[in-house]
């Protein structure tokens, strides 16, 4: 699928999170990303258009949470990206009856190298803004010890939704525009009813895009009403949009 990626000149791309009851755009594009569970919502878009998926989904999240497995299993995507992994991880994808699947891995660091392609030098603030919010003992014994020991920077990562956003800048760079539908910033349920979007991640989401600066995602568009205020990511109007 790699190869195909470099075919997609000036086309749309749209990544799919799985807030409730959100306006997806009808377009029709090569690639669609999704976070967690909203692979399932990705099948409209393969039935639709003849997209193709690329799953994204936190390993921890799919070898813990059956109803991800399940939505997985249902979607069968064509790609699925697997967050915070290592390689030994590609096997457990495989017993969910993924055989035929592209199975890429991005482990904890080049899962935080996707943040600071996106934000840049600012994302020494959003660091020290989240260090500040955990305290002064989080701060001692765990971030301090993290720089200097393994850097896996668990605490730096954001939602799924949001990775895949980057990832979508940053491996479709000719892309026309990338457009958002279901990453909302706010927590709540998932639009499946199982699983839920915690406050603790939507914190961090917000901060993430108060750092984030315009001027590296001017491509980037949503349908969710949150994301355009609180994020200041600019409406999609360039189209329909239909529901699930």
Same mark, same amino acid.
């Given at each position: 699928? $790699?190869?195909?990626? $470099? ?6 791309? @749209? @990544?799919?999170?799985?807030?409730? $009851? ?23 878009? +393969? ?15 799919? +070898? ?28 457990? @994808?495989?017993? *969910? ?9 991005? $482990? ?10 996106? *934000? ?5 603030? @959003? ?78 989401? +917000? ?12 491509? *980037? ?24």
């Amino acid at each position: 699928m $790699n190869s195909s990626r $470099n075919t997609i000149g000036e086309a749309q791309i @749209v @990544v799919l999170g799985s807030k409730p $009851n959100a306006a997806l755009p009808a377009v029709a594009v090569p690639f669609v990303l999704t976070a967690n569970n909203a692979c399932e919502l990705g099948v409209l878009y +393969r039935q639709k258009y003849g997209s193709k998926i690329i799953a994204f989904v936190p390993i921890e999240e799919l +070898r813990n949470r059956e109803h991800i497995q399940d939505s997985f299993k249902k979607s069968h995507p064509d790609e699925v990206v697997l967050l915070s992994a290592t390689g030994t991880d590609r096997e457990f @994808v495989r017993t *969910l009856g993924l055989t035929d699947v592209v199975i890429t891995i991005i $482990n904890f660091r080049a899962r935080n190298q996707l943040m600071w392609r996106a *934000l840049g030098i600012r994302i020494i603030l @959003v660091m020290m803004e989240r260090l500040w919010f955990r305290g002064l003992k989080y701060l001692l014994l765990d971030a301090v010890p993290d720089f200097f020991g393994k850097r896996d920077m668990l605490w730096l990562s954001g939602s799924t939704g949001l990775d895949a956003t980057f990832y979508a800048l940053q491996h479709f760079p000719e892309a026309r525009e990338v457009i958002s539908s279901g990453i909302g910033l706010q927590e709540g349920t998932h639009f499946s009813g199982s699983g839920q979007f915690t406050s603790k991640t939507a914190k961090a989401d +917000r901060t993430t895009m108060k750092y984030w600066p315009y001027s590296r995602r001017k491509h *980037l568009s949503t349908t969710d009403d949150a994301l355009h205020s609180i994020g200041k990511v600019p409406k999609w109007q360039s189209g329909t949009t239909f529901f699930a």
